[in-house]
């Protein structure tokens, strides 16, 4: 069972990029390349060692690299290698769902979640989201629940107490994150830091997957609350400035 002390994975004096993990990206689109910028943002401070972002879109891809020089644009998903994926955050356009790697559905390609799949599967719907499928969101934890139980994934359902459940595991909640997370883009650096840490720290089950996730869900609510000192309205980018300063 992994220590829930320490948010992040541990680095040892060996350690190298590869061995810290490697997180590979699909984000971003023409209309919403701010997207890929946060998510990959949020990817570089979840522990990974290296972070490879998908350059589908030109716009996306330049902003991503002007900005994070340390990130390495690959031109193809297949036989990439890596230890998570991120897919999803910024509407781009998906042509292949990895089998077998731990993997964090965002926004419209959450509807991958139907497919069964190998490796560990990750859901981070929004209330809004799953209104629209005609969830009932009065019992947001046994809705959780359900809907892990019924796909055999883990579902992070945000906002007000982020709610995270697994299959058939005692549902984890967020007491942290308040009304300064309620902005956008902010699920898009949760969406790159749960494939980051998923990446370096390498969880073998589902429950020790749930409680990466959870990890990253209290790492982000406590840069927001931390953003929210010095920032008013916060914005996504204080919380991804913020995400340095989290005691780990």
């Not at 350690?15 to 390349?33: C, E, F, N, Q």
């Not at 089998?99 to 991958?112: I, N, R």
Request: with cysteine; charged share 20%.
């Amino acid at each position: 069972m992994l220590n829930m002390l320490n948010l992040l994975a541990p680095v040892t004096p060996e350690a190298h990029k590869y061995s810290r993990g490697v997180v590979s990206i699909l984000a971003g689109s023409a209309k919403y390349p701010g997207a890929a910028v946060l998510c990959v943002g949020g990817a570089r401070r979840g522990g990974a060692g290296y972070v490879k972002y998908f350059a589908q879109n030109k716009t996306a891809t330049a902003a991503v690299i002007a900005r994070y020089p340390d990130v390495v644009p690959i031109a193809k998903i297949k036989g990439e290698k890596a230890d998570a994926w991120v897919i999803g955050p910024g509407a781009p356009r998906v042509t292949f769902i990895p089998e077998d790697l731990p993997l964090v559905l965002d926004s419209a390609a959450m509807h991958y979640a139907l497919h069964k799949r190998a490796g560990i599967t990750v859901v981070t719907p929004h209330t809004g989201e799953l209104k629209h499928l005609g969830y009932d969101l009065s019992q947001r934890e046994e809705t959780a629940r359900r809907i892990a139980n019924e796909l055999n994934i883990i579902v992070v359902l945000k906002g007000r107490n982020t709610v995270v459940a697994a299959p058939h595991q005692a549902v984890l909640v967020d007491e942290i994150g308040g009304p300064e997370l309620a902005s956008a883009g902010s699920g898009d650096i949760l969406a790159g830091l749960l494939g980051s840490m998923l990446a370096s720290w390498r969880p073998a089950t589902l429950e020790d997957a749930a409680r990466v996730v959870y990890k990253a869900v209290m790492y982000h609510s406590s840069a927001a609350k931390i953003a929210r000192e010095s920032h008013n309205p916060v914005v996504a980018t204080d919380i991804l400035s913020a995400l340095p300063k989290v005691n780990l």
